[in-house]
T-cell receptor, first 115, second 114 residues
Framework: DTEVTQTPKHLVMGMTNKKSLKCEQHMGHRAMYWYKQKAKKPPELMFVYSYEKLSINESVPSRFSPECPNSSLLNLHLHALQPEDSALYLC??????????????FGSGTRLTVV | AQSVTQLDSHVSVSEGTPVLLRCNYSSSYSPSLFWYVQHPNKGLQLLLKYTSAATLVKGINGFEAEFKKSETSFHLTKPSAHMSDAAEYFCVVSELSSNYQLIWGAGTKLIIKP
């Protein structure tokens, strides 16, 4: 299995809702990442998990809460989002953080719309 | 500090003609370089990577790129464009000094004319 699977593919949520994005990989990768991508822009790094521990938080607002339950799963919990948080959220994995990654494997993303 | 410059925001070619997407980078150490492709409303797919082995790198779907250290360039080419190549292409650099965090170019949109 050489894929990163993200669910759901599309999500519409109100500003008072709580929702979660899910990401799964079975490649034995020990680093997993959340990225945010706005239209016509490159992805922006949000969080890095290495060996199931949070290694990088790129000053992301607390309304985004990551969780890594095990080495194959990565969640992003969403609460009280703003319309400007609408974007494509991408999950990625690589063999290890802070070692030459040889490239990340990306999921197809969750298209999030906040209304 | 690392940076990546993609010299064209849009490139338009006719189907069957060559493709050239230009990328220049700055790096203090020995970089790893990548090209990713993103089709409309899709995720990112790794096209090819350079990690200090052969300077001419072959990727998927007939794409290749050449690492030129003297010119700090990593241009992406394909001999003959296909309609399915229409997408956004990102040049990316990473190196040891930044824990191999990916540094992204702004992207080049490739348009294929029939």
């Amino acid at each position: 299995d050489t894929e990163v699977t993200q669910t759901p593919k599309h999500l519409v949520m109100g500003m008072t809702n709580k929702k979660s994005l899910k990401c799964e990989q079975h490649m034995g990768h020990r680093a997993m990442y959340w990225y945010k991508q706005k239209a016509k822009k490159p992805p922006e790094l949000m969080f890095v998990y290495s060996y199931e521990k949070l290694s990088i938080n790129e000053s992301v607002p607390s309304r985004f809460s990551p969780e890594c339950p095990n080495s194959s799963l990565l969640n992003l919990h969403l609460h009280a989002l703003q319309p400007e948080d609408s974007a494509l959220y991408l999950c990625a994995s690589s063999q290890a953080w802070s070692e030459d990654p040889g490239g990340y494997t990306f999921g197809s993303g969750t298209r999030l719309t906040v209304v | 500090a690392q940076s990546v410059t993609q010299l064209d925001s849009h490139v338009s070619v006719s189907e069957g003609t060559p493709v050239l997407l230009r990328c220049n980078y700055s790096s203090s150490y020995s970089p790893s370089l990548f090209w990713y492709v993103q089709h409309p409303n899709k995720g990112l797919q790794l096209l090819l990577k350079y990690t200090s082995a052969a300077t001419l790198v072959k990727g998927i779907n007939g794409f290749e790129a050449e690492f030129k250290k003297s010119e700090t360039s990593f241009h992406l080419t394909k001999p003959s464009a296909h309609m399915s190549d229409a997408a956004e292409y990102f040049c990316v650099v990473s190196e040891l000094s930044s824990n191999y965090q990916l540094i992204w170019g702004a992207g080049t949109k490739l348009i294929i004319k029939p």
